[in-house]
Nanobody, 115 residues
Framework: QVQFVESGGGLVQAGGSLRLSCAAS????????IAWYRQAPGNQRELVAV???????NYVDSVKGRFTISRDNAKNMVYLQMNSLKPEDTGVYYC?????????WGQGTQVTVSS
């Protein structure tokens, strides 16, 4: 079993920045890729950024050039640096493995970007 705890969200004006943190615990050795997902009000949860254990990254087109995912394997931490934030980035951000597992979803962290 794996647990993910997200933190770092908040209220920010458009154009601002936030850094999200994800602490992983439990059987993390079984996980290769970890992703940040987000769920905007009324929308389905979507994958935003993914990073492999080796450090390869990929992003959804809407955040390319603005978001950067990174990980510290020694600390079992994954980060999401979000710059040039837009109101459409508003949502609850979660981390989970890829593919995601239902039992791994945490509480998420709320990001609200005001215009």
């Amino acid at each position: 079993q794996v647990q993910f705890v997200e933190s770092g969200g908040g209220l920010v004006q458009a154009g601002g920045s936030l850094r999200l943190s994800c602490a992983a615990s439990g059987s993390t050795g079984s996980i290769n890729a970890i992703a940040w997902y987000r769920q905007a009000p009324g929308n389905q949860r979507e994958l935003v950024a993914v990073i492999s254990r080796g450090g390869s990254t990929n992003y959804v087109d809407s955040v390319k050039g603005r978001f950067t995912i990174s990980r510290d394997n020694a600390k079992n931490m994954v980060y999401l640096q979000m710059n040039s934030l837009k109101p459409e980035d508003t949502g609850v951000y979660y981390c989970n493995s890829v593919p995601s597992f239902k039992d791994y979803w945490g509480q998420g962290t709320q990001v609200t970007v005001s215009s």
